[in-house]
């Protein structure tokens, strides 16, 4: 691959200029900061970012396609389907998912659920909050006699893939009989679109459950719980558990920067962190338009950690950073 010109290493330091749009599409995990970098680069580097938050699999496809500058995807693209579409990727943050639920009385983080429970309410084999599996992690908490109702995404999700990857981790008839992709046959509940959606739908339905990134949940006031860890402690859903999983990461093994953060080790760490993902066309149609893409994420990485941690994402380690900014050299023509 041809190196990048002069021009672009001018661009990743210069200031500001005259508002070029770039646009995107994709994963709604990460949309809240997206939103946040997007607002600020304008006026920090001209840069206008309009981002759709479609989904994964819409982010995918769209790129594949080439009819956006950049797709955005949590489910990581593997080296194969990367190297067929000339696609680079690169990760932007970290984040996390949680469970959600709607139970009148209930305070957030009251209840406790362990992986295997939360398996076999989306299995449809828990149907009721006042089961007594439920209830053996719940003494003191006055869990009603109310019928489950699972929310899950119907849109193509890496929030589903990231949900379900855990679920496949914590409980093997799930992995078994549904598995880990960014859509599956769910075996019980109803769909809603994109992170939004499932937000929506559980804040309306009493005795819903669904899971979100945690802006969504933070955003809109909902009702998170408490999750058993792979240590065996009942953690909340708090930055500092996020933290605690991201910093396990085993980025230097990881192929195409998709590392996992699913269920890992560490008495405080939350089990459903994942980092979410950028595909970049290594052969771009419009070689200005891909650069300042190159030229927003440069910018976030070096000024977007403190919008990122208020909205409770975590940062990429500076080392990865740097490893990426190599692959934006080497990988992608002029």
Do not use: C
Request: hydrophobic share 45%.
């Amino acid at each position: 691959m041809k190196t990048l010109t002069l021009a672009l290493a001018t661009m990743l330091v210069a200031g500001p200029v005259a508002a070029q749009q770039i646009t995107g599409a994709g994963a709604t995990f990460p949309a809240p900061v997206y939103a946040k970098w997007g607002e600020a680069a304008k006026a920090a580097i001209g840069i206008e970012l309009n981002y759709q938050a479609i989904g994964s699999g819409g982010g995918q496809n769209q790129i594949m396609n080439r009819t956006v500058d950049f797709g955005a995807s949590d489910a990581p693209v593997d080296g194969p389907k990367l190297t067929e579409n000339k696609l680079l990727q690169f990760p932007t943050v970290m984040g996390a998912v949680v469970p959600i639920v709607n139970l009148p009385g209930i305070e957030a983080n009251a209840v406790k659920l362990t992986g295997p429970v939360l398996a076999d309410i989306y299995a449809g084999k828990i149907s009721k909050w006042n089961d007594p599996r439920i209830a053996e992690t719940n003494a003191g908490v006055a869990l009603p006699n109310l019928a489950i109702a699972p929310v899950y995404r119907a849109d193509g999700s890496g929030t589903t893939y990231v949900f379900t990857s855990y679920l496949s981790a914590v409980s093997a008839d799930w992995k078994d009989k549904v598995g880990a992709a960014t859509s599956v046959k769910w075996p019980a509940g109803n769909g809603a679109k994109g992170n939004d959606g499932v937000a929506a739908t559980v804040k309306q339905v009493r005795g819903a459950i669904g899971y979100v990134e945690n802006a969504y949940a933070t955003q809109n006031k909902l009702t998170t719980t408490q999750l058993r860890n792979k240590a065996g402690a009942f953690v909340a859903p708090t930055l500092a558990a996020f933290s605690s999983a991201a910093e396990s990461g085993d980025w230097k093994g990881a192929k195409n920067y998709a590392v996992n953060l699913i269920d890992t080790a560490g008495p405080t760490s939350w089990p459903i962190v994942s980092a979410t993902f950028i595909l970049l066309p290594q052969d771009p149609k419009d070689a200005a338009r891909s650069h300042a893409v190159i030229k927003f994420f440069d910018w976030a990485y070096n000024n977007g950690s403190a919008i990122a941690s208020g909205l409770e994402y975590i940062p990429l380690p500076k080392s990865v950073q740097d490893a990426v900014r190599v692959s934006w050299k080497s990988d992608i023509k002029n």
